[in-house]
Nanobody
């Protein structure tokens, strides 16, 4: 059974940077996709960025040019480098993964990121 464990988030000032990581255990194969979603209070969970086994990356418009997703496929690790953070980026960030295309999302427990002065 695949388990996803995120690194700790934190409190960051506007304009600052933070890197999140997520490690998947329990899979002997490279996961088809890994990515990050976030959920702010009172809002629906939304995709932030996703990267496939072919290293095709997709970003939400709100983070393009500021966030970068990368992965170490051999180790089923995914990273989210977040730069130029804004208060609107404040949310619980969840790591998500698909074992195979269309197999459904697996979720981590989430980590809080707060952007505030």
């Amino acid at each position: 059974q695949v388990q996803l464990v995120e690194s700790e988030g934190g409190l960051v000032r506007p304009g600052g940077s933070l890197r999140l990581s997520c490690a998947a255990s329990g899979s002997r194969e490279m996961l088809y996709s890994m990515g990050w979603y976030r959920q702010a209070p009172g809002k629906q969970r939304e995709l932030v960025a996703r990267i496939t086994i072919a290293i095709n990356a997709h970003y939400a418009d709100s983070v393009k040019g500021r966030f970068t997703i990368s992965r170490d496929g051999a180790k089923n690790l995914v990273y989210l480098q977040m730069n130029s953070l804004r208060p609107a980026d404040t949310a619980v960030y969840y790591c998500a993964a698909e074992e195979r295309l269309g197999s459904g999302l697996l979720w981590g427990r989430g980590t809080q990121v707060t952007v505030s002065s």
